[in-house]
């Protein structure tokens, strides 16, 4: 069992920058065995994809609504992924979970991931 611990969201405003990050607190996890991502789930709405990033990083994947602003990366030495956010919008308000699915980076599909972070909440004001 492994347990994600994601952190770094805040108030921001809009225009500005945040970067999240997500640690994998269990040792038994072979991190580096693992696609990671990032959701997030908006004031009343469904949670949605944001971003993933393959084993090695070699492969990224995006949703149309980050791409060009968001830039997702990890190291694997310190079990850790991160979500450098820029140029945020009001609308990317929301609390972001990160999550590990064993393999390879799959299709953002929210049943392809095993393990999820409790979230963290990003807030950006216009």
């Known amino acids: 069992q492994a347990q994600l611990e994601d952190s770094g969201g805040g108030l921001a405003q809009a225009g500005g920058s945040l970067r999240l990050s997500c640690t994998i607190q269990?040792?038994?996890?072979?991190?580096?065995?693992?696609?990671m991502a990032w959701f997030r789930q908006p004031p009343g709405e469904k949670r949605e994809f944001v971003a993933a990033v393959s084993w090695n990083g070699g492969s990224t994947l995006y949703s149309d609504s980050v791409k060009g602003r968001f830039t997702i990366s990890r190291d694997n030495a310190k079990k850790t992924i991160y979500l450098q956010m820029n140029s945020l919008k009001p609308e990317d308000t929301a609390v972001y979970h990160c999550?590990?699915?064993?393999?390879?980076?799959?299709?953002?599909?929210?049943?392809?991931?095993?393990?999820w972070g409790q979230g963290t909440q990003v807030t950006v004001s216009s």
């Open positions: 269990s040792s038994g996890l072979a991190f580096n065995q693992y696609a």
């Open positions: 999550a590990a699915r064993y393999g390879a980076i799959g299709y953002g599909l929210e049943h392809e991931y095993t393990y």
